[in-house]
């Protein structure tokens, strides 16, 4: 049999759900003894070598089980009161089945219920599609997350939410202007796919992380939806800056094809149609993340290419900005996508370490004459912590950068042991949500050294955990379990991150020191959306000295830049694109009216208009942008300047122009981005501050 993969801790049942459902969706020949053997092996594991060390207790299993329910049923439309009160005995003897009897039947029965509802969804529906007349002139709603509704109370009931689901699909693809006709073929495979998604063998191992071959982006599965997890850096996604991170695709289409329809499609038949030969167009329909209206599509085309090496390098640029009393002032933005490292499992990966890139752009930065550096974290979700800690020892003298806990309570301090300071001036570190793992690393000992001012979304990801693949085949020998196939991995948590002043950035992150508007503020993404993260501790503060630089600059900056916010359009925008997700979050209805839908789908493109006129008006930014790579950091003279840019549209919103189609083309304009530009008033207004050696910013009025 095959148990791939296994993710986290989450518990005695989940890998005992997982290991039946990869066995009966695979089709491995196993024995009951087989199963049985590799429940017992994984929850002594779990109990005796994750870090939250997971005991055999009647509570425990009882939240084993809850997980395994919602990972078959996470919105609740399919298992019934019923079912649950069935299942209840097992939150009670999951201990002594699974872990001393290594009895797999609880996760069979449950498994074969969830087949039993689907066959019993998919039939009413295609059912209703054959014989019901869709009228949508009524006031009836659709909830559309229920991962905290009651359960349906009986078959009638759940019907009843299937039926309101079906409506709800059909109302989508009808205000996308399908014909009838074309919308029942449409929602008929797709409800036939979502039955033999879950009979399709490869399905379940690639559902946690998939790499898209041509495109650039990391999926995942989100209720039958292709969710984008993560753009990766230097690929055609990330370039056209048209996908963004909780963007779900609906459909994919060859260059002028016909679009194919993917919701409820196995990933790995997604993935084939939007990998293709380099040079050749895909188009996407999606709907756009925090879209106020999820009937909103919008079609991008993208060139499918590979991914350079050096487009996943550190990269720099320099921004001569003029001030309105004619004054230049010149900064330096490094743009970090990860921390990578040059070594790659004990081997020379060929790619350079990104603390010696990094200390080579800053070098020419500063012989260039820098006034101050920003570096932009916002989409560095990690990488190497030894390179981490290295950068963060670029812009200090030694000392604590990092302390970790294992599962016995000891903890380890990492320093920076080199007294040598790289870049001693003005520093800001631009963050996000996607700010992750590493990057919090950096950003948490930089700011509890007073050394850089933390400016972004009012906090990082929350990933202070560490953890660690363990192969099952290795483990199961060692317990002197015979192993016939390969039973996949566990992949365990082992340790948690603490800063220098022993809080953990686990669930809180890093807070800003100034919070921006930002289109990623409003995203459910972080630690604190998993299901039972490790929580928030600390640990005593290793000793560091304190530099003391940003504190009394802080309530200046933030009351300036608060100002600039106030008069900004674009943020004005965002602040309002903002509430509007935030509201449907709050209260997950959706009216299944079309006229009122139309109306609503007509405001969202009038506003886009509205805003899309505004930018067009606008005047070029009054700076001048070099971009600065590791090919031509080290040339005596600067490169040519990039093509001027625009007044920053809300580039960021996902409503502008939502249903215009556009084709991604790879050029050196530089994005428009409204936070790196508050970003860099920040740090001209910090400068100033540092320089003057008063609490009075120097704003130099560039809107």
Not at 393 to 415: I, M, N, R
């Amino acid at each position: 049999m095959k148990l791939k993969p296994v993710i986290g801790s989450l518990g005695l049942i989940l890998a005992l759900g997982c290991a039946v459902i990869s066995t009966r969706l695979h089709g491995t020949p196993t024995t009951d003894s087989d199963e049985g053997n590799i429940a017992r092996v994984i929850a002594r594991v779990l109990a005796n070598s994750a870090y939250s060390g997971h005991s055999e207790t009647k509570e425990v299993s009882g939240k084993f089980l809850d997980r395994y329910l919602e990972m078959l049923d996470a919105n609740r439309i399919y298992f019934l009161e019923s079912d649950i009160e069935e299942f209840k005995p097992y939150r009670f003897d999951l201990e002594a089945l699974t872990f001393k009897r290594g009895d797999t039947r609880p996760a069979h029965v449950i498994f074969d219920r969830f087949l039993q509802r689907l066959d019993q969804r998919v039939a009413y529906t295609q059912e209703l599609l054959k014989t019901n007349v869709f009228d949508f002139t009524g006031q009836d709603t659709y909830q559309w997350d229920r991962r905290h509704a009651a359960r349906p109370r009986d078959l009638a009931e759940a019907k009843q939410v299937w039926r309101q689901n079906l409506r709800y699909d059909y109302l989508q693809e009808k205000l996308s202007d399908k014909k009838p006709e074309e919308i029942v073929k449409t929602l008929s495979r797709r409800y036939e796919r979502s039955i033999g998604a879950m009979r399709k063998a490869e399905d379940f191992s690639i559902a946690m992380n998939l790499s898209l071959v041509g495109v650039g982006a990391t999926l995942q599965s989100d209720d039958g939806y292709c969710k984008i997890r993560e753009l990766l850096p230097g690929g055609p996604a990330a370039r056209s800056k048209l996908l963004k991170v909780g963007d779900r695709i609906v459909a994919v289409a060859q260059d002028r094809k016909e679009p194919v329809d993917i919701v409820d499609m196995p990933l790995t038949e997604a993935v084939g149609l939007i990998r293709g030969a380099k040079g050749t167009v895909v188009r996407l329909t999606i709907i756009p993340a925090g879209s106020a209206d999820s009937s909103v599509r919008k079609t991008i085309s993208l060139v499918r290419d590979e991914i350079k090496l050096e487009d996943q390098e550190a990269k720099a640029r320099i921004v001569d900005v003029k001030g309105g009393n004619g004054q230049v002032s010149r900064l330096g933005i490094i743009d970090l996508p990860s921390f990578y490292s040059g070594m790659e499992n004990g081997k020379h990966s060929g790619q350079r370490s990104s603390s010696a890139d990094v200390a080579r752009l800053i070098e020419r930065l500063k012989r260039e004459k820098v006034q101050g550096i920003i570096l932009d974290l916002r989409r560095n979700g990690g990488g190497s912590l030894e390179e981490a800690i290295s950068m963060t020892g670029l812009f200090f003298k030694s000392g604590p950068v990092v302390q970790t806990k294992d599962a016995s309570g000891g903890v380890h301090v990492d320093y920076d042991p080199d007294p040598a300071v790289l870049y001693d001036g003005p520093l800001v570190l631009l963050t996000s949500r996607l700010s992750a793992s590493a990057s919090e690393i950096l950003a948490a000992a930089l700011q509890d050294y007073g050394r850089a001012l933390v400016v972004g979304d009012p906090a990082t990801f929350g990933k202070g955990t560490v953890q660690s693949m363990m192969p099952l085949a290795d483990v199961m020998r060692r317990f002197g379990v015979p192993v016939e196939a390969d039973p996949g991995a566990l992949k365990l948590t082992i340790r948690k991150f603490y800063r220098p002043n022993g809080g953990s950035t686990q669930l809180k992150g890093v807070e800003s020191d100034i919070v921006l508007p930002s289109p990623t503020a409003a995203l459910k993404v972080g630690e604190a959306e998993m299901p039972d993260p490790l929580p928030w501790d600390q640990v005593p503060p290793a000793r560091h000295s304190e530099l003391g630089r940003v504190a009394p600059c802080v309530p200046a900056l933030r009351n300036a830049s608060a100002k600039r916010i106030a008069a900004s359009k674009d943020f004005t925008w965002l602040h309002e694109d903002s509430d509007r997700m935030k509201a449907q979050i709050d209260r997950p209805v959706v009216s299944l009216n079309e006229k009122e839908r139309r109306q609503e789908k007509a405001e969202i493109k009038a506003r886009a208009d509205v805003r899309k006129k505004e930018r067009a008006s606008r005047q070029a930014l009054p700076e001048t942008q070099y971009e600065i790579t590791l090919k031509n950091a080290d040339q005596p003279d600067l490169p040519k300047p990039l093509p001027a840019v625009k007044h920053p549209p809300v580039a960021e919103s996902q409503e502008d122009d939502p249903e215009s189609p556009d084709l991604a083309q790879d050029d050196k304009t530089p994005a428009a981005d409204s936070t790196l530009q508050e970003a860099e008033h920040i740090l001209l207004d910090y400068v100033g501050l540092l320089t003057s050696g008063t609490n009075n910013p120097v704003t130099l009025g560039r809107r």
